[in-house]
């Protein structure tokens, strides 16, 4: 979408994470999803009267890999600070965060839209708690009552909030897929938008184009996918305009996006609501982050998305589409290439065979799979030697890509490499001429019918005929060798 | 009967006296006494006398877990006692059942100790008097128209009443010292760190800070070694390891400089405490220490800072109190009235006067102009005693201004504040101070003798207080609660 | 100097129902304690650091393990209005 004349968009993300550390940011309760509501709670992470909160460090270690794989300066040192409000789904009514004095600033995200690549500024991120879950008796309007779930409260959450850099819906989109591919990449969140492991919220405003003066900026809540992302902001920055264009003055609040009914809706909060009265938090002491700790993480850092996928592109003249398939998680994105090490040891643009295996695991792996994160690759019973001794098969023409997919799922249901398989089963492609020939030639002859309709111009006829042939070599023919030997005989008769 | 614990235990070694007696004993006392003394919230006799009989077993089986064996004490009802209701003395939390304990009342089970039951306490420990318990006031043994102090009234009124032979209560402000000097006992509040803050609901998160009372200071040191320690639950519990107090208690103080710090003796102090306690200066000097003179300047600062400092914090401490998952509901058609007529039934008026003045000093526009600022002049109070305490080995003076003085003789928020003028400097600087008895006033009152130390100093504390006990006697005389 | 509106205002953030009278005391003492608490603006603090810790600690974390939780049933046991498995409440109407 473009900006509608004469207006420029301003567009900053709010985004949050939850960290895939196995206890909570404050106390031991786990943080998996789905148990028993109330079941995964302790006094600390229920905020009973008395209890202390204590810092995990794994959260503040996925803070540190993500900032610096955002580019971000890790602070020498940072503080926890609380933030009021009241809400049911908030224990002590104040939410431990970072305020003042954050894990990280001044990072860069670059996403590629249409126009080219673009680096969007990162202000901060920072670490805090999670809050619980509210289930309403009904809708939030009509409900007598609700319902509050802790198991969510206490949870780490890693935020971070994007320069008012993006210009466009489109780019908001683009920034949020580019954020959630490096978490995912780099292990520290699941990037579960339906499941609510990543949230979004975004801060629009419209100004006079070219104008430097930033407009009255809203907070847009309430954003759990890509599309609804965009879908929002589109409709938001078409109310703005329009409400600018009537000499209407847009007033500072937030918004809820509906998705059903797909407009924003203004919540009516007031300016003093936001009074967070934030003060350093006093049960914690604050964190020196170590040097040497920050560079022992930087050592560990994975090869990020973006990077990867340009260098695969580039050596191995895969499509962007698949490159980006490829990196929805390191897991698949090493996988890949190992198995086209195990192929092509010089892992160059050698023809095929990075398409194929590319193919194979985008249109047959995934298919099998539970998921394309680390756990479900790992326990992949095709590890990617295997996928790579199958696809050598195919290539030198011993079986047929058919036929190849029948074996894949028995690899798959026994862990058994390709060669054993074929072997065992007899499925090696026939490609010998004189017994096709042979073949054919009966076929042919069992079906004078087809050839007349394939004379009078139906090309289907011919298709039915190598179905026959195909059941006659049950499944192991060569096609393509059918295909020209069937051709040759018809364009004979 | 009235023993302090080292001699009961000693009577237990020799079995001259068992736990169970004992306990019986004071729980006796307690059912014909407290009623009119008004120490206790809760009595948990079963438990106690489980725990008394289980303590007879070990000791009969010359294996007992340590010196706090069989000890009947009593715990403020600030601290978090499993399956046992805990206030904090207000109707807030009146039903309030915590499913875990504290760690301070985890390592006194360990210890062996028998817990009689719960005190009472001005409302989320707010006030030195105990007169804002949301339940019935406590009244000091030695003149039962009079307060005990606060907030840990209660702790102390049993201690000094015979109604335990020891007890906890928790500081912020001078709440176990100033009680502590109002009854005769000894009162100490360690460094801010020493002891964990798991289970202590929160007054404020940066001052408070969990001590015992005691009959006498070999008991006060063997309390607090008990409790003292790191805890992995609290963040801003100190590493370094406990002493063991009772080991250096003997060591005397000749030779020990002691800081009279000029800021101390004011105008309006009752004139009884000044003498009492420059009577105890010439016997902490003939014991061998040397006096010498200190300024604390920002000492007249310090009551302002605090009631800024307090306050913000509270407010934030106490804003889980809204009636969603425990303690008081007041019903409301929505939820925001729900949550604000319960607050404005479960808590008093010293209570919501703190928090209101807490959420003002916090809220935006205000927060450089007091919690900034008196964090600051915070700072100024610390580096005062950091270099006071670089020509001196202790600071003594005065507990309180004022002896115990009547029910509802203070009124008035600001002048009731002015009690704690001494005892609030030394929770601004995290450093640990003890209360012991240094005579009476006119009116046969008890008068208190602060020592305040460097921070992880407690041992030297101690040893002075100890040296000043045992050249005196004041402990030997008691109040008549027949 | 405290007015009115600020008081109901400090009220309403930390949801506290005062009654006329009670608005109007509470306006009184908060500025009569306000007054003592501004003689803070006297004290020289050019410089000054404020102390937000009494104790001079750092990094204090934990590791990352899983510890046992209490049961659905400890948890709930305080509730004031338990439904099932949830703390219940009543009706959020968004201001």
């Known amino acids: 979408m473009t900006a509608p004349a004469p207006y420029d968009v301003v567009i900053g993300l709010e985004v949050h994470a939850q960290l895939l550390t196995r206890s909570k940011m404050f106390c031991g309760c786990p943080t998996t999803f789905g148990a028993r509501p109330n079941s995964q709670t302790c006094p600390v992470c229920q905020g009973m009267p008395g209890v202390l909160p204590v810092v995990n460090r794994r959260a503040v270690e996925f803070g540190i890999r993500t900032a610096l794989a955002l580019g971000c300066r890790v602070n020498e040192a940072c503080r926890f600070a609380r933030k009021h409000y009241y809400y049911p789904d908030m224990p002590k009514n104040y939410q431990i965060s970072q305020y003042e004095e954050p894990l990280a600033e001044d990072g860069v995200l670059e996403i590629d839209i249409d126009g080219g690549p673009r680096a969007i500024g990162i202000q901060r991120l920072h670490l805090e708690e999670d809050v619980g879950k509210l289930l309403h008796e009904g809708t939030l309007e009509t409900a007598q009552a609700s319902l509050v779930d802790f198991n969510r409260s206490g949870v780490p959450l890693m935020e971070t909030v994007s320069r008012p850099e993006l210009r466009s819906p489109e780019e908001a989109a683009a920034y949020l897929r580019a954020f959630r591919a490096v978490v995912v990449f780099l292990g520290v969140c699941d990037g579960n938008m339906e499941e609510g492991s990543l949230r979004c919220d975004a801060n629009v405003s419209l100004r006079p184009r070219g104008s430097a003066r930033l407009g009255t900026k809203v907070e847009i809540k309430n954003l759990n996918s890509f599309r609804n992302v965009q879908r929002a902001l589109e409709f938001e920055v078409r109310r703005q305009a329009q409400a600018l264009d009537a000499g209407e003055r847009i007033v500072q609040e937030t918004r809820l996006w509906e998705a059903d009914r797909a407009y924003t809706r203004s919540m009516r909060s007031k300016e003093y609501a936001h009074d967070y009265r934030y003060f350093p938090e006093p049960d914690l002491v604050p964190l020196q982050i170590d040097r040497r700790w920050v560079e022992e993480i930087r050592t560990g850092l994975p090869e990020l998305p973006r990077a990867w996928r340009r260098r695969v592109v580039a050596q191995y003249g895969l499509p962007p589409y698949d490159a980006e398939v490829l990196t929805q998680s390191r897991a698949l994105a090493d996988y890949y290439e190992a198995a086209l090490r195990e192929w092509e040891p010089a892992a160059a643009a050698a023809g095929d065979r990075p398409k194929m295996v590319s193919n194979w695991i985008m249109s047959e792996l995934l298919r099998v799979l539970p998921g394309d994160d680390e756990r479900a690759i790992q326990s992949s019973p095709i590890p990617p030697r295997h996928l790579a001794g199958l696809l050598r098969l195919i290539e030198d023409g011993t079986i047929s890509g058919k036929i190849a997919k029948d074996v894949f799922q028995k690899m798959f249901a026994s862990g058994e490499a390709a060669p054993t398989i074929v072997g065992r089963e007899g499925l090696t492609q026939v490609a010998d001429e004189a017994a096709l020939s042979q073949i054919i030639a009966s076929v042919m002859a069992a079906n004078p019918k087809a050839i007349e309709d394939f004379k009078r111009g139906r090309t289907a006829a011919a298709k039915a005929l190598v179905g026959q042939v195909m059941k006659a070599t049950g499944g192991k023919a060569n096609p393509a060798l059918v295909n020209r030997l069937l051709e040759d005989k018809l364009s004979q008769t | ?482 | 100097m405290i007015e009115r509106k600020d008081v109901e205002h400090v009220a309403r953030l930390t949801r506290l129902a005062l009654t006329e009278a009670e608005l109007e005391r509470m306006r009184e003492q908060l500025n009569s304690i306000l007054a003592h608490l501004d003689t803070l603006r006297a004290v020289d603090t050019e410089g000054v650091p404020p102390t937000s810790h009494a104790v001079d600690v750092v990094n204090v974390m934990r590791e990352d393990e899983v510890e046992p939780c209490l049961s659905q049933d400890a948890m709930l046991a305080n509730a004031p209005d338990r439904s099932g498995e949830f703390f219940r409440v009543p009706r959020i109407i968004e201001e």
């Open chain 2, 1 to 482: 009967m009235h023993r302090p614990i080292h001699e009961l235990t000693d009577a237990y070694r020799r079995g001259d006296l068992t736990p169970t007696a004992v306990a019986e004993t004071y729980l006796a006392r307690i059912d014909a006494l407290d009623g009119r003394v008004g120490a206790y919230l809760t009595v948990v006799r079963e438990q106690a006398l489980a725990a008394a009989r289980e303590s007879e077993l070990r000791w009969r089986a010359g294996a007992p877990l340590g010196p706090l064996d069989g000890a009947p004490v009593a715990l403020k009802d600030v601290l978090c006692t499993v399956g046992v209701r805990t206030t904090c003395g207000s109707k807030m939390l009146e039903s309030f059942v915590p499913p875990y304990d504290a760690t301070t009342v985890e390592r006194l089970r360990a210890a062996g100790a028998v817990i009689l039951g719960k005190t009472n306490m001005d409302e989320f420990a707010m006030g030195s008097s105990t007169e804002h318990s949301a339940f019935h006031p406590t009244r000091n043994p030695w003149d039962l128209t009079r307060v005990p102090g606060g907030s840990s009234g209660g702790s102390a009124a049993a201690v000094a009443g015979a109604l335990a032979a020891g007890a906890f209560g928790s500081d912020t402000g001078g709440s176990i010292r100033q009680p502590a000097a109002f009854c005769g006992v000894v009162g100490l509040k360690p460094t801010y760190g020493r002891v964990s803050r798991y289970g202590l609901i929160a007054l404020a998160s940066s001052l408070d800070q969990i001590g015992p009372f005691a009959q006498d200071v070999t008991d006060a040191a063997l309390l607090l070694g008990a409790v003292a320690g790191h805890d992995r639950r609290d963040s801003t519990s100190i590493q370094a390891p406990v002493p063991d107090y009772s080991a250096e208690l003997r060591k005397g103080i000749a030779g020990l400089t002691l800081g009279l710090p000029d800021e101390y003796f004011i105008d309006g102090m009752d004139p009884d405490v000044e003498r009492a306690v420059r009577g105890a200066i010439e016997v902490l000097k003939g014991l061998g220490a040397r006096i010498e003179r200190v300024s604390l300047p920002t000492t007249k600062h310090s009551l302002a800072a605090y009631y800024v400092i307090l306050p913000a914090e509270a407010s934030s401490n106490l804003a889980r109190y809204d009636g969603v998952k425990f303690g008081l509901r007041v019903p409301g058609r929505d939820l925001v009235e729900m949550e604000s007529r319960t607050r404005a039934v479960g808590f008093g008026a010293e209570v919501k006067r703190r928090i209101m003045l807490g959420t003002y000093a916090l809220s935006a526009g205000y927060y450089d102009a007091y919690y900034g600022k008196a964090q600051s002049v915070r700072t100024l109070v610390r580096r005062e005693f950091a270099a006071a305490f670089a020509r001196v080995d202790l600071i003594v003076a005065p507990t309180t201004p004022n002896v115990a003085f009547k029910h509802g003789e203070k009124e008035d928020p600001l002048s009731m504040y002015l009690n704690d003028v001494f005892t609030i400097p030394g929770n601004l600087a995290g450093i640990p101070g003890v209360s012991v008895p240094c005579g009476f006033g006119a009116t046969g009152l008890p008068i208190g003798l602060q020592l305040l130390g460097r921070p992880l100093d407690e041992a030297r504390v101690l040893r002075a207080a100890y040296a000043y006990e045992q050249a005196t006697s004041w402990r030997s005389r008691r109040p008549d609660l027949a």
